[in-house]
């Protein structure tokens, strides 16, 4: 029998500082306790959800996203929370955040240095957490989803979503295929940045970015074509191409359940990674928006040879995912079909040296900058952020004769095309524009 007690504090979850919330949202953690069977095998554990919802009913939209916690680091990183935070609290949805996985529980995972699991960030606040291993991670994960319900305070959830990015996408990509068929919890998969292959159900899958590319090719394995719930995946040009584990042989065409979304000028992590959860509360100016995007030439320690993808079409199309799926789910009309991008052995480059194809936004529409998400050498987590190169004001006079005026006309239309096509979100028009604005001005007066 499963069971649920509450934790009295603030929990441990990486990236997220909890005192940023708006006024009408909580945070609390629970315990959650039970037996989970894997391949006919029961096995106790003891993990733990974090929710964050709404304090009032008024202000909750129905819907509440699972996000299965992404440990590629060696800690519990709320890969989704951190780029959606902004689109959930405005929204008005619940957020519940799963320790799935070992490596975010119990002593002895590798990842990046100082990042921690649980027993080692706090040990007596979480010394009784037991996880038996990732093969029983699928159905800790169904349990969270059934124990939904009661975490929330007596709000009624009318949707529940997953969600996970890269290593738990993975993960969520054989729960699509293998599991909710016989477990039928969620109302919609939102997978964020997956490679081409998928957990095993023996939960013998990546758990360091050391493993990344490593050993042979792995096989393509897309989505079983008759999902039973919409599926949106959105890839970034480094999912997409990444050599021995890049999804594109995994591509499939959209069905009624299933969508891709490729998005150009796209990196499997960037700057908005690293600043954005920090500084985007829902408050901030044009200003501090924009120093979420400045270039960024250092990594965990290490200069990089470019600066790091900058682009943030990442974020806000990712937001638009996010309501694209609710409202499939809600009324049954999917999300754009959109185009791939474009590829001849490599990506196809326009002349600026942006990709061609895919979703398009105005940051490789009317650029500034080269943004690519292709890897740069490294160590460790380098080849999955990208880089960036800015154009000098000679570049810019040149596709800006008008100069920052004729920029930002052009870059509010082609805005409002990729509002209209249903990629960025109408409530981000604003933001994106004056924050366009600040870029410019900034890349004008680089030396």
């Known amino acids: 029998m499963t069971t649920l007690g509450a934790v009295a504090g603030m929990p441990f979850l990486a990236l997220v500082d909890f005192a940023a919330l708006p006024d009408n949202y909580i945070a609390a953690e629970y315990f959650l306790r039970g037996e989970a069977v894997a391949q006919g095998k029961p096995a106790a554990f003891v993990t733990r959800l974090v929710i964050i919802r709404p304090a009032a009913g008024a202000d909750f939209n129905g819907t509440v996203l699972v996000e299965w916690l992404n440990v590629s680091g060696g800690t519990d990183a709320p890969a989704d929370w951190n780029y959606l935070h902004r689109e959930i609290v405005r929204g008005g949805y619940a957020y519940v955040g799963v320790s799935a996985q070992q490596a975010g529980v119990e002593l002895g995972a590798s990842g990046l240095p100082g990042a921690l699991p649980l027993k080692a960030a706090d040990p007596e606040r979480y010394k009784s957490l037991h996880h038996p291993g990732d093969a029983w991670a699928y159905d800790i994960f169904s349990q969270a989803g059934r124990a939904v319900p009661m975490l929330l305070g007596g709000l009624i959830p009318h949707r529940v979503l997953a969600i996970g990015e890269s290593q738990s996408a993975g993960f969520l990509t054989t729960y699509v295929n293998a599991i909710d068929p016989v477990a039928p919890i969620f109302d919609g998969f939102l997978l964020h940045s997956r490679f081409r292959g998928a957990a095993p159900l023996d939960g013998a899958y990546l758990i360091s970015v050391q493993a990344l590319g490593a050993g042979r090719a792995i096989d393509p394995v897309p989505i079983r074509e008759d ?71 250092t990594l965990f320690g290490q200069t990089m040879p470019k600066s790091i993808n900058a682009a943030p079409q990442h974020h806000y199309v990712l937001q638009a995912a996010l309501d694209a ?41 009317v650029p500034i900058a080269t943004y690519s998400g292709i890897g740069q050498p490294g160590d460790g987590f380098a080849v999955l952020f990208g880089s960036t190169v800015m154009f000098d004001a000679a570049i810019l006079a040149t596709l800006y004769p008008g100069g920052r005026d004729a920029y930002l006309a052009q870059f509010g239309d082609a805005l409002d095309h990729a509002i209209e096509g249903g990629v960025m979100l109408a409530a981000d028009r604003d933001e994106s524009l004056a924050m366009a604005a600040v870029m410019f001005d900034r890349q004008l007066s680089a030396r």
């Open 227 to 297: 999902a039973r719930v919409p599926v949106l995946m959105f890839i970034t040009e480094t999912d997409l191409m990444m050599p021995v584990v890049g999804y594109r042989p995994a591509r499939q065409r959209d069905t009624g359940r299933i969508r891709t979304w490729e998005v150009a000028g796209t990196a499997h992590a960037d700057t908005y990674t690293l600043r954005g959860g920090a500084i985007d509360t829902g408050r901030a100016t044009a200003t501090q928006l924009a120093s979420i995007f400045a270039p960024l030439d």
């Open 325 to 365: 799926l609710d409202r499939w789910v809600r009324t049954g009309t999917p999300p754009p079909a959109t185009p791939k991008l474009a590829i001849n052995e490599v990506l196809e480059l326009d002349s600026g040296g942006n990709a061609i194809g895919g979703i398009r936004t105005p940051w490789v529409d």
